[in-house]
């Protein structure tokens, strides 16, 4: 009898907008797919794609596209550890200086401990390093259930670009509380 693939997909999208007093404060958007198909019991190959955008961080819009293969370091019950690498290509639309595109290199993460039966720690994180540009993106969330459906959450994230444009700081930070009520 022939086997089928094992894969999986994750999809993460994001969305921040505030104004203070009459001026946009934070403009973040984000949405970000991640196939994998297994090649062994640990081994695994990856695709990703992401799309970008962050006024305060001088771009308008950021796509990423990077495939490559991974390895589960830790995979039990209470933990997990995945590590990712492979090439990327990325292209920067800035709002002021034109467009940059670039190949580059990703290495990522995702760190997963279940502490209790109603508590989870979570993170991941990513590095594309290109010749003009590494940027880092970092989450980490706490994860409560607190009863049925509903759970609390607390995250924070950061991106770090190592030579943003003129003006525009490279570390942008981000942290939140939120309930979660999943269906």
């Known amino acids: 009898a022939r086997k089928g693939i094992d894969w999986s997909q994750r999809m993460r999208a994001q969305a921040d907008y505030q104004r203070t007093a009459g001026r ?3 403009e973040r958007y984000l949405v970000e797919y991640e196939p994998q198909v297994r090649v ?3 081994a695994f190959a990856f695709g990703l794609g992401r799309w970008e955008r962050d006024r305060m961080l001088g771009y308008t819009a ?3 596209a990077s495939g490559g293969l991974g390895y589960k370091v830790i ?8 590590l990712k690498a492979g090439p990327a290509w990325r292209q920067t639309d800035f709002v002021s200086t034109g467009r940059d ?9 995702d760190f997963g401990w279940q502490l209790s039966p109603t508590l989870r720690l979570t993170q991941t994180a990513s590095t594309i ?13 706490l994860n409560a ?4 459906g509903l759970s609390a959450r607390i995250a924070y994230s950061a991106e770090i670009d ?10 942008d930070t981000l942290t939140r509380f939120t309930l979660v009520y999943g269906f």
């Open 145 to 148: 259930k607190l009863t049925g």
């Open 162 to 171: 190592t030579h943003p444009p003129a003006g525009v700081e490279n570390v």
């Open 101 to 109: 595109s670039e190949i580059s290199g990703l290495a990522g993460l």
């Open 40 to 42: 062994s019991d640990r």
């Open 24 to 26: 946009t404060t934070l």
């Open 129 to 141: 390093v290109g010749e003009s540009n590494t940027s880092t993106s970092s989450l980490t969330a």
């Open 75 to 82: 995979d039990n019950r209470k933990m997990s550890l995945n």
């Open 62 to 64: 950021r796509w990423n």
